[in-house]
């Protein structure tokens, strides 16, 4: 990247920014219909009043616009006032909004969501042993790797895990999580009966041999949309992990999880730490800002596989030098309440 486009991908990013503030940039009908009370003028009304009464609705309009965005820019605002424009109390109005709070306790700064993907043997034998000794929990996504060009089949015991192993790890506390049958690349494009089919099979694979009905689930590939989050929910999970997330606002990318913004079932981390230095991993962990979540998905951990200067074992390390707890995503449950939480599910 050469200096002039560092600097115009810079001015460009505070412009997109700024384009977020919807005081600013009100003219998508989109964000007219989202944010009705703050613009202070409803033409239909308007158009439909007679003359000698469209002063007055003009000013009622304007006054509960007025209520609104002095509400959301933090200002204060009187009961009474509240009371006038829209007929219920500021009481009301903020246990309404208590109701919906879907923390159940704030969150920490240390904490670390932790999970492994595809159901790699290296995890079993490398990882496991490493999780146990520094008593960190973790997720582990297990799906039935089909063949590929870039993937050996499941079958293959000398790179997936055998469900014997898959039952032991469950049995020493850990979570198990759904990662949808064959972990089939662009399935979140291939409609809900083949997503939900990907889902169902797998489980009916935990119950054949005798794990606990998957509360979480992994899109494979780590592709969220909103129509593959509706079939991880319609099959009852809780949690879901989509690193990335699609939806007509854009797509978010690797990141911190936030409760108040990102669904339960579209839940963002950062994948391929193995490409990690420890630097790196530990400004990653510092700058986790506050209230949000740092998570870390790992594929392979054994050295063949790995490709980064700062092995696995000194990651785990630096986790527990730097005071990390860390949790499997169903232990998330002891912060947020899912439910709530599934408001911030984006369309
Ligand atoms: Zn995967």
Request: aromatic share 10%; proline share 5%; with cysteine.
């Amino acid at each position: 990247m050469k200096i002039q486009e560092m600097a115009d991908a810079l001015r460009r990013y505070e412009q997109e920014v700024a384009k977020t503030n919807i005081f600013r940039y009100t003219n998508t009908v989109d964000r007219v219909e989202r944010y009705p009370n703050i613009f202070g003028m409803n033409f239909e009304v308007m158009m439909s009043t007679p003359d000698e009464k469209k002063a007055e609705v003009f000013l009622a309009q304007q006054r509960r616009a007025d209520v609104m965005r002095r509400l959301m820019t933090g200002q204060t605002v009187g009961d009474d006032e509240v009371r006038e424009s829209f007929g219920f109390s500021l009481a009301e109005l903020e246990a309404c909004r208590r109701e919906q709070e879907p923390l159940k306790k704030p969150i920490p700064s240390n904490l670390c969501v932790l999970c492994f993907d595809d159901a790699l043997k290296s995890q079993y034998d490398v990882a496991l042993p490493v999780l146990k000794e520094l008593g960190f929990n973790a997720t582990f996504f297990i799906t039935e790797m089909q063949e590929t060009p870039r993937d050996r089949p499941f079958e293959d015991k000398s790179v997936y895990m055998t469900w014997e192993q898959i039952k032991e790890i469950e049995d020493a506390g850990f979570e198990l999580g759904n990662h949808s049958l064959h972990h089939v690349f662009g399935s979140q494009n291939m409609g809900r009966d083949f997503n939900l089919e990907q889902i169902r099979g797998m489980e009916a694979e935990f119950e054949a041999h005798g794990l606990k009905k998957p509360v979480t689930y992994a899109y494979p590939s780590g592709i969220s949309n909103p129509e593959v989050v509706a079939c991880a929910r319609a099959c009852g999970y809780r949690w879901g992990r989509g690193n990335q997330e699609k939806g007509k606002e854009g797509i978010r990318g690797m990141t911190y999880y936030d409760p108040h913004q990102d669904s339960p079932l579209a839940i963002c981390n950062f994948g391929d730490p193995d490409f990690y230095s420890e630097e790196f991993l530990r400004r990653r962990i510092a700058d986790t800002p506050e209230g949000m979540i740092f998570g870390l998905t790992y594929h392979g951990v054994s050295d063949a596989e790995w490709l980064g200067p700062c092995s696995f074992r000194r990651q785990m390390e630096v986790l527990r030098e730097m005071g990390t707890r860390v949790i499997s995503m169903a232990q998330l449950e002891e912060f947020i309440d899912p439910e709530k939480a599934y408001q911030y599910t984006i369309d």
